[in-house]
């Protein structure tokens, strides 16, 4: 097959050996090329003998280059053909759950073990073929996140509706006696993969320890629009401490035996538990921050910090500062702490409930814009307001609705900063 080159960059060791876009490419080194992963492992060699088709004919493009000397080729995507579809539609699913209307990127559901290569998303595995598996092992891409919910075969099948889920599993035996280092997911869902079944899931995971070296129990998140989707329900208070004292002990016993934790419920569950988070220490090197685990102990420690060594003065600009509603006493009690040490911080924390998802969705980085904007355009918000920038999506800076920070400020008069998810920027920004 091969993939098409759309650009050469000049002067580049491609473009000495005149490749030039439109041209096929087949072959390195006699290993056919399919996408970005087979491309980058085979390019990594000095000595490259390229296989290229031009208006039919093949001929070999022979390419010397150092060992970090990008050969200058460039192709259409960065995985070089189209990004894999998840095939799946589990009782959970969050993309299920939107609204119509939004942008039709939002709607995409990923299951790309390319884009956990790239980008460190998580796959379940089904999307896999047997040539995948094989091609991860052999060139030993590692880490490897992968969405496991449960090692129940059956529960797995009937929870993510795939009769194949179950017997995918049998993958991650097979990465971990390869040796290729396994994050893994399990979003939970109360009185279906929780309980028992949690408990058969964590012990199964820990048989593939050391490769597996962390697990996430993340509660499901439901927005308002479930109609006609499967009946699920959102974690009681006394149903979250039950998963946190049962991560916690599986957590306790890893940790003897393997010196970490592996297993971590996330932030959520303490916060609707009512439990004070944990310290740092129990969270090691914060490896699953991306799945909202340690995020608030990592921004309360990294404030401290920052607080300590700071030697400025703030300004006394008025601020508001506004948050999901899970997180406002968190950030209120930051704000304190600033202020405690210089009476002149004015700042004012400000929780916008999700309106569009319903309140059952608290978390910041799912406030929308337009929510932001109905229900501050009726405060005196001072001279600056601070958002997570966790609220902006990667195309830029655009809310989930497609509303822009520059909306927000026209819509409300203001000066709009988005903070990094980090103590220190936090810090600087109400210093302002």
């Known amino acids: ?44 060699e000095p000595r490259l003998s390229l296989d290229i ?13 150092s060992p970090d000397e ?56 089904t999307n896999l073929t047997e040539h995948e598996i094989e091609r991860i092992i052999k060139m030993h891409i590692s880490p490897i996140n992968i969405s496991v919910h449960t090692t ?29 280092r396994i994050n893994c997911q399990l979003v939970l869902c109360p009185g279906i993969n929780d309980g028992q079944e949690l408990d058969r899931t964590m012990k199964d995971i820990a048989e593939l320890a050391p490769a597996v070296e962390s697990v996430a129990g993340v509660p499901v998140g439901l927005t308002r629009y479930r109609e006609g989707l499967y009946p699920l329900r959102s974690y009681t208070r006394d149903e979250a401490a039950a998963v946190i004292d049962q991560m916690e002990s599986m957590g306790e016993g890893m940790l003897k035996k393997y010196g970490r934790r592996i297993f971590y419920p996330a932030d959520e569950f303490y916060l609707k538990a009512g439990r004070p988070l944990p310290d ?57 702490r600033a202020r405690q040490r210089w009476n002149r911080i004015n700042v004012e924390v400000v929780a916008i409930e999700n309106n569009l998802f319903g309140d059952t969705i608290n978390v910041a980085g799912l406030v929308t814009g337009h929510d932001l904007i109905d229900q501050l355009k009726d405060r005196r918000l001072g001279n600056i307001l601070l958002i997570p920038s966790v609220m902006l999506r990667r195309e830029g800076d655009l809310f989930l609705d497609d509303v822009s920070v520059g909306d927000v400020e026209a819509a409300l008069d203001i000066q ?11 810090l600087n920004a109400l210093m302002r």
Do not use: W
């Open 416 to 426: 709009v900063i988005p903070v990094p998810n980090d103590g220190e920027s936090l």
């Open 53 to 65: 088709e031009r208006d039919g004919k093949i001929k070999t493009v022979r390419i010397l280059k």
């Open 280 to 336: 740092e220490e129990f969270y090691g090197d914060f490896s699953q921050l991306e799945n909202g685990v340690g995020l608030m102990t990592l921004l309360e420690s990294q404030f401290a910090e920052a607080l300590e060594n700071c030697r400025n003065t703030p300004r006394g600009s008025h601020i508001t500062l506004a948050t999901g509603t899970a997180a406002q006493s968190f950030i209120r009690n930051l704000v304190e």
């Open 152 to 180: 129940n075969p059956e529960l797995r099948c009937s929870m993510m509706t795939n009769r194949f889920a179950g017997e995918r599993l049998s993958a991650l035996r097979r990465f971990a006696d390869a040796g290729i």
């Open 1 to 44: 097959m091969g993939v098409m080159i759309t650009g050469v960059q000049a002067g580049s060791p491609a473009a000495r050996r005149g490749i030039m876009p439109g041209d096929m490419l087949l072959r390195v080194n006699r290993h056919d090329i399919m996408d970005v992963l087979d491309y980058r492992f085979y390019m990594t």
């Open 70 to 125: 990008d050969a200058g080729l460039e192709f259409e995507t960065y995985l070089m053909d189209k990004q894999h579809t998840c095939r799946n539609r589990c009782i959970f699913c969050f993309i299920d759950q939107l609204p119509s209307g939004m942008r039709q990127t939002l709607y995409f559901k990923d299951d790309d073990s390319r884009m956990s290569f790239l980008f460190g998303n998580y796959i379940t595995l």
